[in-house]
């Protein structure tokens, strides 16, 4: 599926020149399944670090890209994920809900299809990367799928949940290596709070460097500007507090 950017939007929100904006296409295929994410990176100041980003449940689309370089900047490599698989691209919520369901239910395959997009940012030959300095984060369901990652022992020197759900099947079974922090909108109703306390148990008991942030005013999808139902809101002030706290992380534990 050929998909055309809005390149000026997307540079303007990494806050560089449309001309220093790389952003190139990446294919790969696993189990019958094609997909096509897409890499964005400073050409005039090229990264030495990688995030690997993954979209709400709507997946790749423009506003994936946007949002990913407005909260994650211009200090490194993002790769956008495609989790779904390039002829997947929903227009709606009833289509999004029907391409996360599978993969919220299937721990294992979600896990199967973040490690096989973590290759793609690892192995990618347009920008070179330093081999530990690779984080990955997410938004709503890209935010589980982060974590989903990490707990699966990546090779992540950090990893950011933006109101994603905490949940996992086996929590005594998570082992992560490196950081965590989690943003999350107290507000939040597809995040109740025994599944908060459930992670910070989990947490806890993985002895690692984690932090989690509650912001009081905001509910899922906070950084989502098209979001706007009770519960499921953009919420300005936290996702520029939320771009600020992940920055500083990402540029702590990726320097």
């Not at 779904?84 to 009833?94: E, H, I, L, M, N």
């Not at 192995?123 to 990367?129: A, C, I, P, R, S």
């Not at 148990?201 to 906070?222: C, R």
Request: glycine share 8%; net charge negative; with cysteine.
């Amino acid at each position: 599926m050929s998909t055309s950017w809005n390149t000026a939007a997307i540079a303007a929100k990494l806050g560089i020149a449309v001309t220093d904006l790389a952003l190139e296409t990446i294919s790969h295929s696993a189990d019958g399944v094609d997909y096509e994410s897409v890499l964005l990176y400073n050409k005039a100041q090229l990264p030495v670090s990688g995030v690997l980003s993954v979209p709400n449940y709507f997946g790749l689309r423009q506003q994936a890209l946007e949002i990913a370089a407005t909260t994650i900047g211009a200090g490194h490599a993002i790769l956008v994920a495609d989790v779904f698989g390039k002829s997947v691209r929903p227009t709606d919520g009833d289509q999004a809900l029907a391409a996360i369901i599978p993969l919220k239910k299937d721990r294992a395959e979600l896990r199967r299809r973040m490690r096989a997009a973590l290759k793609v940012l690892r192995e990618q030959t347009f920008v070179k990367l330093a081999a530990d300095k690779i984080g990955a984060c997410g938004f709503c369901f890209g935010g589980t799928a982060a974590l989903e990652l990490a707990r699966d022992s990546a090779e992540l020197r950090g990893t950011v949940s933006l109101h994603g759900a905490l949940d996992t099947p086996a929590p005594a079974e998570s082992k992560i290596k490196g950081a965590v922090l989690v943003l999350h909108g107290v507000q939040d109703p597809s995040v109740p709070r025994e599944q908060v306390n459930g992670f910070i148990d989990e947490m806890s008991a993985l002895k690692i460097d984690w932090q989690l942030v509650n912001y009081g005013q905001a509910g899922h999808s906070f950084t989502d500007p098209d979001a706007n139902n009770p519960g499921f809101f953009y919420h300005r002030q936290t996702a520029e507090r939320a771009a600020v706290a992940l920055q500083a992380f990402f540029g702590e534990v990726l320097a």
